[in-house]
């Protein structure tokens, strides 16, 4: 795929992690954010959030991994001016793909609609995420509440526990997978059209399209527990669990009859065997004894003899890593992505989805606030005079630094 250029008025965590997603693929990602006009803090509020990494104030610890290798300028678009001033961006910068994630009720007012801006740049693509998409303009959407709106929290957690959250936020990436995959198709179909193209992601149904283990059991006749919290087990197959061992806990899950009774044969857990337990369907039904005597059988084995165990027979396993020792598993410390501070200091971060041959792993520290913005609108053709006249008219934001 050509490399091009994205300008994206994103924040939070959805649209950037689309955007990231072509920063690996080698790709021009301009960030557009607010210039200040009022109290508060100024840009992508995700800046603030975190720890603070050595005296940068805008660039704290949840704000890096999503923005690495991105630019930032600050645009006021609340002003004509400044909302002529990014159609020209477009144009002057030939810009492939606009994106966006706020709610659609702004796309009017901002001047950062599909209609407006194509008229820039006839074949643009132009993308937003929003919690619900176009049909319901004012609706503001964060992570968990979508999550809860899915119903994805009342399926996750203990049977006897309150509807949890996902300790990684769900809607967030799936949103921005989404984008990202709609972008690439778009930029296939033009490249054989000419024509651009208009893509909405909305949250709530983005999320939506993975019940596809339990939304049809509503019209098929359901029991409540095949749709609701299951703790550690999975719904439909037995065994399939969290079990203690001497020195921690195990995950332990089988999906055949035929790997049940391998895992029987094995010296710790001949006594799971009964004629009830052959099938699937027995075992689901017994899973509370069930359970209990495999968990007698995994405390008498730390975690390594029992992967051990259980490997040579074929049976899936895994302890309960910790992020640290995700991070060392030879499988994916030699795949992470790297940045390194302004003060020097080298930070790890999660690989790339998948291996991309001859595509970088090192990336820029992301931008301060607006830093680029200067230098985009000179690329774009306006002379320092000009520059310097929007930004004393605060349609745009110069940095200081």
Same mark, same amino acid.
């Given at each position: 795929?050509?490399?091009?250029?994205?300008?994206?008025?994103?924040?939070?965590?959805?649209?950037?992690?689309?955007?990231?997603?072509?920063?690996?693929?080698?790709?021009?990602?301009?960030?557009?954010?607010?210039?200040?006009?009022?109290?508060?803090?100024?840009?992508?509020?995700?800046?603030?959030? !975190?720890?603070?990494?050595?005296?940068?104030?805008?660039?704290?610890?949840?704000?890096?991994?999503?923005?690495?290798?991105?630019?930032? /300028?600050?645009?006021?678009?609340?002003?004509?001016?400044?909302?002529?001033?990014?159609?020209?961006?477009?144009?002057?910068?030939?810009?492939?793909?606009?994106?966006?994630?706020?709610?659609?009720?702004?796309?009017?007012?901002?001047?950062?609609?599909?209609?407006?801006?194509?008229?820039?740049? =006839?074949?643009?693509?132009?993308?937003?995420?929003?919690?619900?998409?176009?049909?319901?303009?004012?609706?503001?959407?964060?992570?968990?509440? /979508?999550?809860?709106?899915? !119903?994805?929290?009342?399926?996750?957690?203990?049977?006897?526990?309150?509807?949890?959250?996902?300790?990684?936020?769900?809607?967030?990436?799936?949103?921005?997978? +989404?984008?990202?995959?709609?972008?690439?198709?778009?930029?296939?179909?033009?490249?054989?059209?000419?024509?651009?193209?208009?893509?909405?992601?909305?949250?709530?149904?983005?999320?939506?399209?993975?019940?596809?283990?339990?939304?049809?059991?509503?019209?098929?006749?359901?029991?409540?527990?095949?749709?609701?919290?299951? !703790?550690?087990?999975?719904?439909?197959?037995?065994?399939?669990?969290?079990?203690?061992?001497?020195? *921690?806990?195990?995950?332990? $899950?089988?999906?055949?009859?035929?790997?049940?009774?391998?895992?029987?044969?094995?010296?710790?857990? *001949?006594?799971?065997?009964?004629?009830?337990?052959?099938?699937? +369907?027995?075992?689901?039904?017994?899973? =509370?004894?069930?359970?209990?005597?495999?968990?007698?059988?995994?405390?008498?084995?730390?975690?390594?003899?029992?992967?051990?165990?259980?490997?040579?027979?074929?049976?899936?396993?895994?302890?309960?890593?910790?992020?640290?020792?995700?991070?060392?598993?030879?499988?994916?410390?030699?795949?992470?992505?790297?940045?390194?501070?302004?003060? *020097?200091?080298?930070?790890?971060?999660?690989?790339?989805?998948?291996?991309?041959?001859?595509?970088?792993?090192?990336?820029?520290?992301?931008?301060?606030?607006?830093?680029?913005?200067? $230098?985009?609108?000179?690329? $774009?053709?306006?002379?320092?005079?000009?520059?310097?006249?929007?930004?004393?008219?605060?349609?745009?934001?110069?940095?200081?630094?």
């Amino acid at each position: 795929m050509k490399k091009g250029t994205i300008l994206s008025m994103e924040q939070a965590l959805a649209m950037p992690s689309a955007t990231l997603r072509f920063v690996h693929l080698g790709w021009r990602v301009i960030r557009i954010e607010s210039a200040p006009t009022g109290p508060g803090l100024p840009g992508d509020p995700n800046r603030y959030v !975190g720890g603070r990494v050595e005296s940068d104030e805008d660039r704290r610890t949840y704000f890096v991994p999503p923005n690495v290798g991105k630019e930032s /300028i600050a645009l006021n678009l609340k002003e004509p001016e400044a909302q002529a001033l990014l159609r020209r961006l477009i144009k002057e910068l030939d810009v492939d793909v606009f994106c966006c994630n706020t709610m659609p009720n702004r796309y009017q007012p901002l001047g950062i609609g599909y209609e407006t801006l194509k008229q820039a740049k =006839p074949d643009l693509i132009w993308a937003g995420i929003s919690a619900m998409g176009p049909d319901y303009p004012d609706v503001p959407g964060y992570d968990p509440i /979508i999550q809860a709106m899915a !119903g994805v929290m009342d399926m996750t957690g203990m049977v006897d526990g309150p509807p949890t959250i996902c300790g990684v936020p769900l809607v967030d990436l799936k949103a921005g997978d +989404e984008a990202y995959a709609n972008i690439c198709l778009a930029l296939a179909e033009r490249a054989e059209t000419g024509q651009g193209k208009e893509i909405h992601i909305s949250m709530l149904q983005a999320m939506s399209s993975w019940l596809i283990t339990m939304m049809h059991l509503l019209d098929y006749g359901f029991t409540p527990p095949e749709i609701t919290r299951a !703790g550690n087990s999975h719904r439909k197959f037995s065994p399939t669990g969290v079990y203690p061992t001497k020195d *921690g806990f195990a995950y332990v $899950a089988m999906g055949s009859d035929v790997q049940w009774t391998r895992f029987t044969e094995t010296a710790a857990f *001949g006594h799971c065997a009964k004629p009830d337990r052959a099938t699937n +369907e027995g075992r689901v039904a017994d899973r =509370p004894a069930l359970d209990r005597d495999i968990a007698q059988g995994t405390a008498t084995l730390t975690t390594a003899e029992l992967g051990a165990m259980l490997g040579k027979v074929g049976i899936p396993n895994a302890p309960i890593n910790t992020l640290p020792i995700v991070r060392d598993l030879p499988a994916i410390a030699a795949k992470l992505t790297r940045t390194v501070t302004p003060g *020097g200091q080298a930070i790890r971060m999660q690989p790339k989805p998948v291996d991309l041959p001859g595509s970088a792993q090192n990336f820029a520290y992301p931008p301060r606030y607006g830093a680029n913005t200067k $230098a985009v609108l000179a690329e $774009a053709g306006l002379a320092s005079a000009e520059i310097e006249r929007l930004a004393a008219a605060k349609i745009i934001h110069i940095p200081n630094v």
